[in-house]
T-cell receptor, first 110, second 117 residues
Framework: GQSLEQPSEVTAVEGAIVQINCTYQ??????LSWYQQHDGGAPTFLSY????GLEETGRFSSFLSRSDSYGYLLLQELQMKDSASYFC???????????FGSGTRLLVRP | SAVISQKPSRDICQRGTSLTIQCQVD?????MFWYRQQPGQSLTLIAT?????????ESGFVIDKFPISRPNLTFSTLTVSNMSPEDSSIYLC??????????????FGPGTRLTVT
């Protein structure tokens, strides 16, 4: 089976940098994805890592270490609008299903 | 990217009744997924719906309770049958981003917020 672990909540100050970690256990690995979800909104895709290393998209970066079964999402220059829940997700085996972590609620304070 | 709409956006239903949720995509996709998300919780996959075949249900979800239709490549419905307060949740449909055929990027509809009294 698949399982993913994330911190339940992170608090940071506007303008700061925050890292949200995700560790996973999978029977077959096809990449780690990150999704953002604002309260009352739909999850939106942020990034995807299939290979080790850092992927950067604007203020957001995502990192993967397959040997450690570990990844993180890095948010820089935090803005109030970044307050949301962030989910890591892996694909289950050779199917197209995504398994989501429990989510990390990020609170950005002024 | 895909644009997905869902109807209704929210509903309040009495226990014992059924509600059918519609999901419409603006492009043809092979796979559609139905999720449930309880307040403050993660997304739990209910089933995968392929056009022209029976939906594949995840452990803990059965067709009698959550019948799904997939009549064409742009549309699907999920019915929540014989509802109880425990079915109060947000129901989301999604599709794959990579031309609808596999991948790690999914696009989600806005969700249907269901409250069962």
């Amino acid at each position: 089976g698949q399982s993913l672990e994330q911190p339940s909540e992170v608090t940071a100050v506007e303008g700061a940098i925050v890292q949200i970690n995700c560790t996973y256990q999978t029977s077959g690995f096809y990449g780690l994805s990150w999704y953002q979800q604002h309260d009352g909104g739909a999850p939106t895709f942020l990034s995807y890592n299939a290979l080790d290393g850092l992927e950067e998209t604007g203020r957001f970066s995502s990192f993967l270490s397959r040997s450690d079964s570990y990844g993180y999402l890095l948010l820089q220059e935090l803005q109030m609008k970044d307050s949301a829940s962030y989910f890591c997700a892996v694909r289950e085996g050779s199917s197209y299903k995504l398994i989501f972590g429990s989510g990390t609620r990020l609170l950005v304070r002024p | 990217s895909a644009v997905i709409s869902q109807k209704p956006s929210r509903d309040i239903c009495q226990r014992g009744t059924s509600l059918t949720i519609q999901c419409q995509v603006d492009s043809q996709v092979t796979m559609m997924f139905w999720y449930r998300q309880q307040p403050g919780q993660s997304l739990t996959l209910i089933a995968t719906a392929n056009q022209g075949s029976e939906a594949t249900y995840e452990s803990g979800f059965v067709i009698d309770k959550f019948p799904i239709s997939r009549p064409n490549l742009t549309f699907s419905t999920l019915t929540v049958s014989n509802m109880s307060p425990e079915d109060s949740s947000i129901y989301l449909c999604s599709v794959d981003g990579t031309s609808g055929v596999g991948g790690n990027e999914q696009y989600f509809g806005p969700g249907t917020r269901l409250t069962v009294t």
